[in-house]
């Protein structure tokens, strides 16, 4: 079967703009994270990464470590905390947020979104 040009040329182009929705959907979703968590992680030296790694061998499952992090962030303490109790003479606890419901479900999301450890995961499919 053949194609024309111009069919070509608008396929191509439709992929390039989907491309770029996307790409731009996540540079929203990582500057949020960045602004929102990261920024004072990165003051206080506090490993973001560790703590998701802690979340994840913890719970396992996402709508679990989701929770408990919403939960975290209503009303720290160190018995809500996935981290132990040595962490707390190293970094402070955090405030309670003051971001509303939905507010803080989305940077939740986004949060687990940018640590998840299965984009950073490639298996190459064997064929038999």
Known sequence: MRYNKKFIDYILLLMVAIMDVSYSSDSR?????????????????????MIYRRYLLKYSSKDLIREK???YFLSPTTQESIMPLQFFSKFPLKEPTKMNEKELRDLIDRY?????????????????
């Open 112 to 128: 687990i979104d940018y640590f998840d450890v299965s984009h950073k995961l490639y298996i190459d499919r064997v064929t038999r």
């Open 29 to 49: 979703s990582l500057k949020l994270v960045e602004d929102k968590c990261l920024s004072c992680h990165q003051a206080q030296s506090i490993p973001s990464e």
């Open 69 to 71: 992090i919403y939960r």
